[in-house]
């Protein structure tokens, strides 16, 4: 484990610079990447029309994990949050696999946006461009462009936070007005009502198709930026409000966007292309196409040119938030002091930024589509989701004295709520991608292994107990994904209908269950000496401020004592 002292030091480097402008500029620029792009057409051909509604379902299963995070974010306002919180409530085992299935799915959304803007660049009308996608991956040339990109990202972090929070804003402002822009553009161009109810209806493929939308269509993939500013959440000036607005301000933002751009979209696609039905669609660059389709050329060059901004921005985001959050499992105890080291004159943890370029690489090197990607980061995502809702509950009750800058009431019924929604979007994944992600998460644990099984079985235990309920949940969901209905992937032995009622179920057993094993973790006692530590600081500052506005000689020297006290 790390050495307490270091820890505290080591935060004390990161600049606390951002506002809820900034942090919701943040939250913004990740949700607003290459999910615009490419979502709008991957979610109608699953789900035809009612790919509108997979949105919302998509924002409403975000907004009530987020909501379980804001709270877990204002009270532990630390440079990578959502590694830390199944550490504080749980102990090493479910702390480290959350952290892990968190920075799976971060990290390979770096990769991620670099592959979406070279995929956009494929549509150029130069032979080389056409040769960078063959319409399933990336060509060598085109791994070659999207690893510049990567660099890109990776020098733009490594100067200073500043530099990123001015840049970001910009960029997000662009991302939004663009988005916007393509979505009238189109409902102007051509918006043909028939395709809501023909090509067979509104919901051609029935209504678990809508669901495995949400889940694999780049949906889960867009929202997921909400957990952005929490990982910033170190550098932020007065995290207890701005976290909150900036965390749910971008999901609702966002979703207005998403919706509107969807039904444009529906509207737009010439009927030739539809005659095979929603499922034959097969864009390359699905906006920018149907933007040439309609004459609107200056639309196409436009999104040719936000096809690097948007996706280069939430690259840059995610090296950012990424590099935060290595610096938080090192201080969980699972890596190496040298990913903990922020330099002191930026502000960034540059040995961070480091290993997060080399995994970059690796997931560029394996998964050369966005779709490939999309589908790993949205599971992954939906598996370190599951720890909120348990940890805030956990800590409610372990931890009742500590501040809680965001306290909602309906928080016992948010919980349980989030942990069924991230159980039924892990399900609705469809057999075998859940069980692939599933065992992804398993790789990591030798990581974990290295560093815990050498402790005493006695100190070991009570973090194995604790963690139990984790790897239950995993293995469980494992064995429904692949029983369930066919319409899941599954052998059927889960019939429809039944199938969601079982796993809505099994999310709400193992969120009680969570909820009682968690304990006193040495980490929860750690981040407690912490914030006292904070809390006196700043009461001895408060105190030295106070002096000079004494009427006497001897009022300053008092202060001057309580202040060493």
């Known amino acids: 484990m790390s050495d307490p ?28 990447g290459s999910g615009w792009l490419f979502g709008a057409e991957r979610a109608a051909r699953l789900a035809g029309p009612a790919s509108i509604v997979a949105w919302v379902i998509g924002a409403a299963v975000a907004l009530t994990i987020a909501l379980t995070y804001s709270e877990l974010g204002s009270m532990f306002p630390k440079a990578g949050g959502m590694v830390r919180y199944g550490q504080y409530s749980h102990g090493s085992l479910a702390g480290y696999l959350a952290a892990w299935a968190n920075w799976i799915a971060i990290v390979s959304v770096i990769p991620g946006e670099a592959t979406a803007s070279v995929q956009y660049m494929s549509s150029w009308d130069f032979g080389w461009a056409r040769g960078l996608y063959d319409g399933k991956e990336l060509s060598v040339s085109g791994v070659a462009l999207a690893s510049v990109l990567l660099l890109v990202y990776f020098a733009l972090n490594w100067f200073a936070i500043t530099l990123f929070a001015r840049t970001n804003t910009a960029i997000t402002v662009f ?48 929202f997921n930026g909400f957990q952005s500013p929490l990982n910033l959440a170190g ?125 970059a690489f690796g997931f560029l090197a394996v998964f050369r589509g966005w779709g490939s990607l999309a589908e790993i980061v949205s599971v992954a995502t939906v598996i370190s989701y599951i720890t909120g809702p348990v940890a805030v509950m956990a800590l409610r009750r372990l931890a009742p004295e500590l501040p809680r800058p965001v306290r909602l009431r309906a928080m016992p019924v948010i919980a349980p709520v989030a942990m069924v929604f991230g159980s039924l979007v892990l399900y609705w994944a469809r057999w075998p ?24 079985f006695r100190e070991l235990k009570p973090h194995l107990v604790a963690g139990t309920w984790m790897i239950a949940y995993l293995f469980v969901m494992a064995g429904v994904s692949w029983a369930g209905s066919t319409e899941f992937g599954g052998e059927g032995y889960l019939p429809e209908g039944w199938d969601l009622l079982v796993v809505a179920v099994i999310g709400l057993a193992f969120y009680a269950w969570g909820v009682r094993s968690a304990w006193a973790s040495p980490g929860l006692a750690a981040v407690r000496r912490e914030l006292a530590g904070t809390d006196a600081a700043a009461g001895a500052t408060d105190l030295t401020q106070e002096a000079p506005r004494g009427s006497t000689r001897e009022s300053a020297p008092e202060s001057a004592g309580a202040s060493r006290g």
């Open 433 to 456: 991608l859940t069980g692939k992600v599933i065992l992804l998460m398993a790789a990591g644990l030798p990581i974990w292994a290295w560093y815990e099984l050498r402790k005493p």
């Open 175 to 222: 991302k939004v007005v663009v988005p916007t822009l393509t979505a009238g553009a189109l409902l102007f161009a051509h918006f043909d009502t028939g395709h809501f109810t023909d090509h067979g209806g509104f919901a051609p493929n029935g209504w678990s198709s809508v669901f495995t939308a949400v889940a694999v269509s780049g949906i889960v993939w867009a």
């Open 5 to 32: 002292e270091s820890t505290t030091a080591s935060h004390q480097h990161y600049r606390r610079s951002l506002g809820t402008i900034s942090l919701t500029a943040v939250g913004l620029g990740s949700i607003i």
């Open 235 to 359: 550098e932020a000036r007065d995290p207890g409000r701005s976290l909150p607005k900036a965390v749910i301000g971008s999901i609702l933002i966002a979703l207005v966007i998403y919706v509107v751009l969807q039904i444009a979209f529906l509207g737009a696609v010439p009927s030739g292309d539809l005659a095979n039905g929603w499922s034959g669609l097969g864009y390359t660059s699905p906006l920018a196409d149907l933007a040439i389709a309609w004459g609107l050329n200056w639309l196409a060059l436009l999104l040719y040119a936000d096809a690097f901004v948007s996706p280069s921005g939430t690259g840059m985001i995610y090296a950012a938030t990424t590099s935060r959050m290595i610096h938080g499992v090192q201080e969980n105890g699972h890596l190496p002091k040298v990913f903990g080291r922020v330099d002191p004159r930026t502000g960034i943890p540059r040995p961070a930024l480091v290993l997060n370029l080399v995994v």
